[in-house]
């Protein structure tokens, strides 16, 4: 038999000869395409931070519904890293009644107008023990819920709970200016709002009005008489309470000590969103005035009316 014999061929390898300037440049381009095609991991950019969200200004405004029957106070939790956390991180929060000082001292030398917010009274919420919240691993929010009841409050008092972060299991750095928030509770339905119409009291006398309605109970709210003052200190002597009934008729009824009667006749239109009222009042020259308003929310959306 014939010996079979296997030919290996060799391949020639093609070098590239690095001389020159241009060739230099070359060698860097390639180098860096190399360096592109593998994934970088820069780890951890800063030291991990925790502090409180919505807290930038110190005072929080949060509205709360009247038609909802348990409710809580939510407060939003931190961590900012570059990288997720991989292990939940425990958060201790208190109650901070100095902050509550602090930021009404602050306001009233900023402005003369500004309404002192008020302490929650303990009554009015639930704490069993410390306050804790959790992030869990891998995220970076937590939320820490305060259980209140809003049926025995004053719904002419801005009633709030200062809170201020305290420490964390991993003893991640907090925020020096956004450790603590003042939690304003500030409670609606679904007729308070900004208002926008008119307010009449002859054929002649009619004014453009503005009201600011305010919810005092599930269905009710409080508004200013015609053009009297809405300044808070004339709170007992220039509002009037609207009583609005299952059918969407209105009543009207004094806030303090207003002189104000019902006429009868007025109505609340939940389509538009749109008051009518009847009733009368004295002016500042002891004149008793007749009238008819009609107000609508700002907020409502458009109706055919408003297509005509």
């Known amino acids: 038999m014939r010996k079979m014999t296997t030919k290996t061929n060799h391949m020639k390898t093609n070098r590239i000869h690095a001389t020159g300037p241009g060739s230099l440049i070359l060698l860097f381009l390639m180098g860096l395409l190399a360096s592109c095609s593998n994934e970088v991991n820069f780890g951890e950019q800063y030291k991990k931070t925790v502090y409180i969200v919505n807290s930038n200004n110190l005072l929080h405004v949060a509205k709360h519904s009247f038609e909802t029957s348990k409710d809580s106070i939510s407060v939003s939790v931190y961590c900012a890293s570059t990288e997720p956390i991989t292990k939940d991180l425990k958060v201790r929060l208190k109650v901070n009644r100095y902050v509550l000082d602090s930021l009404n001292a602050l306001q009233v030398l900023a402005d003369p107008d500004y309404v002192n917010r008020v302490m929650l009274p303990e009554t009015n919420y639930q704490i069993n023990g410390e306050l804790y919240t959790t992030i869990k691993a891998g995220e970076q929010y937590g939320v820490l819920k305060v259980p209140f009841d809003f049926s025995r409050l004053d719904p002419s008092i801005p009633y709030a709970l200062p809170l201020t972060l305290v420490s964390n299991n991993a003893d991640y750095d907090i925020n020096p200016r956004l450790k603590s928030i003042v939690y304003q509770v500030e409670m609606v339905n679904q007729y308070a709002g900004e208002y926008s119409g008119s307010s009449k009291t002859s054929p ?72 009518e009222l009847h009733y009368r009042f004295y002016d500042a020259s002891a004149n008793r005035q007749t009238v008819e308003a009609f107000i609508r929310n700002i907020d409502a959306p458009p109706s055919e009316e408003d297509e005509l």
């Open 204 to 275: 002649t006398t009619i004014l453009g009005i503005q009201p600011s309605l305010k919810a005092i109970s599930i269905n009710q709210v409080r508004m200013p008489i015609h053009n009297l003052s809405d300044d808070i200190s004339q709170l007992l002597s220039n509002f009037m309470v609207l009583t609005i009934a299952d059918d969407n008729s209105v009543t009207i009824s004094p806030w303090g000590l207003a002189d104000v009667t019902d006429m009868g006749g007025s109505s609340y239109d939940p389509v538009t969103q749109r008051f």
